[in-house]
């Protein structure tokens, strides 16, 4: 029996792979390789010393994910695949609909085809909308402030309309809080194209003297030093809270959504303090404006995954930087400079 990943090449698919097979999963991957590089299966490969199934495919494309269930006996599948640039889900909605909700009804088609009915589905705290203050629990009402958001929200609905459908499913909503870090090999990390929109990549290539400075989006927040406050969780922490909820759904049925973050927030300001004294680079930066869209403070409130999956992250804010830092000094330019040819299969 095997455990399905697409979008298992990406930064947080990559490291849930790790976890899989460190643990004795037989895993299969999907993925199209949109956002992603073979490489990073590769380096999977060399962390574990195991071998898996690749199959470069598109989840909007369906005869492709039957001919994958059919090769495989998939037992339950772990949901990465899909974009997740904000700005660019504004600039086109219609790919994000496209790409993240029909690939997410196309894989659940073939789920249902397959009488394969336990997933583990990639939600994100955007789901919480702009909310007036943190933490923020489970049970707050959802709203989407940007067509990326609005894709995880659909997608949350449509999953629970499946299982108030068929009660034998067995469906676990994670919402991510901000992930960051790297496996702590520096074998693999987040490889993002162009230039970065989050934090912690942009800092990592401002150190690593890609980039000249970095521009922190406002420093007149409601908050202690005035920068945005978020909720960052190191992407080992995460995979793992991947496993948990595996197992959850692999032994109960249901739908259940659950945070995956810390409970602690740190500031922009401290999350460059705490990056310069562990690379032991400077991070030259420029305050502007705010950047629209932005609230200033989100932070999980995590009990719920620790009561219902056993989980709870281990690592704090020097491990995530430290790791991060790593994977960008031991790869300037992520994956690209030492691609190798995968086997993949048609
Ligand atoms: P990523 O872009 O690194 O990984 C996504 C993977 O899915 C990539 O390998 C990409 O090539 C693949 N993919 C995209 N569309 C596909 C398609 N149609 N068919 C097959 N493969 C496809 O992103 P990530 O950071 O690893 O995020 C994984 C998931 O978690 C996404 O669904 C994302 O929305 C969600 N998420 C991410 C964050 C974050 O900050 N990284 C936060 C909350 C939620
Ligand atoms: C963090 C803080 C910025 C960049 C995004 C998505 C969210 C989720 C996670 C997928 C904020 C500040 C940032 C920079 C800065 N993804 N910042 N200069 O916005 O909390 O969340 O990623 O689901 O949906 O919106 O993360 O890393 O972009 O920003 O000052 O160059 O850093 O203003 O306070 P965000 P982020």
Redesign the pocket.
């Known amino acids: 029996m095997s455990i399905l990943v697409?979008?298992g090449?990406?930064?947080?698919?990559s490291h849930t792979c790790v976890e899989l097979l460190n643990e004795d999963y037989e895993i299969v991957v999907?993925?199209?390789?949109?956002?992603?590089k073979p490489e990073s299966l590769n380096r999977v490969r060399e962390i574990t010393g195991k071998d898996f199934p690749v199959y470069k495919?598109?989840?909007?494309d369906r005869e492709a994910l039957t001919a994958v269930f059919k090769e495989n006996d998939v037992e339950a599948i772990i949901h990465?695949?899909?974009?997740?640039a904000v700005g660019e889900s504004v600039s086109n909605p219609l790919r994000y609909y496209e790409?993240n909700i029909t690939?997410t009804l196309n894989l659940c088609g073939v789920m249902e085809k397959f009488t394969v009915n336990k997933m583990v589905f990639?939600?994100?705290?955007?789901v919480y909308g702009l909310q007036d203050g943190a933490p923020f629990h489970e049970d707050l009402p959802l709203q989407a402030t940007n067509p990326y958001g609005r894709t995880?929200l659909m997608i949350e609905d449509i999953l629970r309309d499946i299982y108030t459908a068929n009660q034998n499913w067995g469906i676990a909503l994670l919402r991510?809080f901000?992930?960051i870090g790297a496996h702590h090999s520096g074998l693999i990390g987040e490889d993002p194209n162009g230039v970065p929109n989050?934090l912690l990549p942009y800092i990592s290539q401002v150190a690593v003297g890609k980039l000249k400075k970095l521009t922190v989006f406002g420093n007149d927040y409601p908050t202690h030093d005035g920068t945005g406050i978020r909720d960052y969780i190191h992407v080992v922490d995460l995979a793992k809270g991947h496993l948990k909820a595996l197992e959850k759904v692999l032994n109960d049925k249901g739908v259940e959504a659950y945070n995956l973050g810390t409970g602690n927030g740190y500031s922009v300001l401290e999350m460059i303090q705490t990056f310069e004294n562990v690379s032991c680079q400077k991070i030259p930066y420029d305050i502007q404006n705010r950047r629209p869209g932005d609230i200033a403070i989100s932070f999980a409130d995590p009990s719920k995954a620790q009561r219902g999956l056993n989980w709870q992250a281990e690592k704090d804010c020097h491990d995530m930087c430290l790791d991060s830092w790593q994977w960008q000094k031991n790869n300037p330019d992520g994956y690209a400079a030492t691609e190798k040819q995968t086997e993949v299969k048609a």
């Open positions: 697409t979008g090449a990406g930064y947080i698919g999907v993925d199209n390789f949109s956002n992603s495919a598109d989840i909007l990465f695949a899909g974009l997740k790409n690939g990639s939600s994100s705290a955007t995880k991510y901000n992930p989050n």
